[in-house]
């Protein structure tokens, strides 16, 4: 077996954060690049082929041809039992709640059922080229099991937990304060950190939850500091207003996990789209992240995300992409671009191809506090990457009839062109740690 091996294509990926740092700095692109891999499926070596050949001419290599590889996509907000409940029509996110998503979860109370749909989950993850994922299970610690055994299997980076819920949800889907505390306890002392898999701490939103349970999610980081905590926030009106009946005592939403200890550097608040200054502010000064989910706000009607506050100089919040299945409409991260370039577009706001690809690379592992082992081809990194390409279909072919760039603005070009057309037929291959998981025949 070789100690090293390498991949040989054009790659991209980035050195900093577009919206902050000029793109001609922050991205990094080699038309004819060597990524080189040791044993472990870490990063060994990175360059330009030319630079790079002779070192390693006895490496056994693979050459992808008119293709573009960029580090794995991060989704940083999705459901894994909501997999069979996509396009579920008409209704917004509390109504869609009670009519769909509970129903569908209940069946997740059988183990067998979870794993089965956990493992086609991961699979179509991986068709798309996304590599590690912030994942809720359901409130069964089963299901939870279920996903961490399948993700397990595939040597795969990804954080879930079970749903924490004690109130206003069917009976059956409730647990109580004290055993969502002594059942996520026992899933964090079993699965976090075991492999690449990491726990987060996920009460399903404030509304469901009562104080006790947010307080007792609370105790958990406290106890874990190095957990995860991943709930919704702030998503859409009607919920903004409930959450002010269930918690008239508290300054707002986010008050309500602020209070409860759970807003900390480690946090990730899914949707934020109702959000105010205020808000966005201390998030700001906690370093907590938000997963913005824009084809499950334009599909449930929730609002415009605020990407030019969350970026802003003043008070910057880290920010990752969601894809949200199964209110989002697709488990593609390049389709989750194109629906983050429109929602800007709606808020008068330019989203570079640049920028787009960085929330769901770099800035997704950033975002969740993995910015320093993911996200980019930085040696000693773990090896996960994407293989896209530009040429995919017809309309694709024709619209990038050169699949490499040689400048800043053919790049540039290319890439829109892959934020607003790519979807999962882009995808080409998947590599985990260094080894190929998924490709197309």
């Known amino acids: 077996m070789p100690i090293m091996k390498a991949i040989r294509s054009a790659f991209l990926d980035f050195l900093d954060d577009p919206f902050f740092v000029p793109e001609a700095e922050s991205v990094r692109y080699f038309s004819d690049g060597l990524l080189v891999l040791n044993a472990e499926g870490k990063i060994h070596d990175f360059g330009a082929y030319a630079d790079l050949r002779d070192q390693y001419a006895n490496v056994p290599t693979t050459v992808y041809r008119d293709r573009l590889i960029l580090p794995g996509f991060i989704d940083t907000h999705i459901h894994f039992p909501q997999t069979t409940m996509m396009a579920a029509y008409g209704e917004q996110l509390l109504e869609w709640l009670n009519k ?43 299901s939870a099991d279920a ?103 508290r300054q707002g939403y986010l008050d309500t996990y602020d209070q409860a200890g759970l807003v900390q550097a480690k946090s990730v608040f899914a949707h934020g789209v109702q959000l105010t200054a205020a808000e966005f502010a201390r998030l700001s000064e906690a370093e907590a992240a938000i997963a913005f989910c824009p084809t499950s706000n334009l599909f449930l009607g929730s609002g415009l995300f605020k990407i030019e506050q969350a970026k802003s100089l003043d008070y910057p919040v880290k920010v ?21 370039y429109k929602v800007a577009q709606l808020r008068h706001q330019k989203l570079s191809p640049f920028k787009a690809l960085f929330l769901a690379t770099l800035g997704g592992a950033r975002a969740l506090a993995l910015g320093d082992i993911l996200g980019s081809f930085e040696p000693g990194k773990e090896a996960d990457f994407v293989v896209l390409n530009p040429q995919a279909t017809p309309l694709m072919a024709l619209r990038n009839p050169q699949p490499t760039a040689s400048t800043l603005e053919a790049l540039t070009e290319l890439a829109f062109s892959l934020v607003i057309m790519g979807d999962d037929r882009t995808v080409a291959a998947t590599y985990v740690m260094g080894e190929l998981a998924w490709a197309q025949e």
Not at 219 to 234: G, I, M, Q, R
Request: glycine content about 4%.
């Open 100 to 142: 769909y998503t509970f129903p569908t979860e209940r069946k997740f109370q059988d183990k067998d059922y979870a794993r089965e749909v956990a493992d086609l989950f991961l699979d179509e993850l991986l068709r798309n080229g996304t590599t590690t994922a912030l994942v809720f299970a359901a409130v069964f610690p089963q």
């Open 147 to 249: 996903f961490f055994e399948a993700a397990h299997a595939r040597n795969l980076r990804m954080i879930s937990g079970k749903v924490m819920m004690d109130r206003n949800a069917p009976d059956e889907l409730c647990d109580t304060a004290a055993a969502s505390y002594q059942e996520t306890k026992a899933l964090i002392e079993k699965w976090h950190q075991k492999g690449r898999l990491l726990y987060a701490v996920t009460p399903r939103f404030a509304v469901t939850s009562t104080p006790e349970q947010l307080q007792l999610a609370g105790k958990l980081l406290a106890e874990y500091p190095d957990v995860y905590l991943h709930t919704h926030l702030s998503e859409n009106v009607d919920e903004v207003a409930l959450v002010k009946e269930l918690f008239p005592d």
């Open 320 to 340: 990752g992409l969601g894809t949200d299945v199964g209110a989002g409409t697709s488990f593609s991260m390049l389709q989750t671009t194109n629906e983050a």
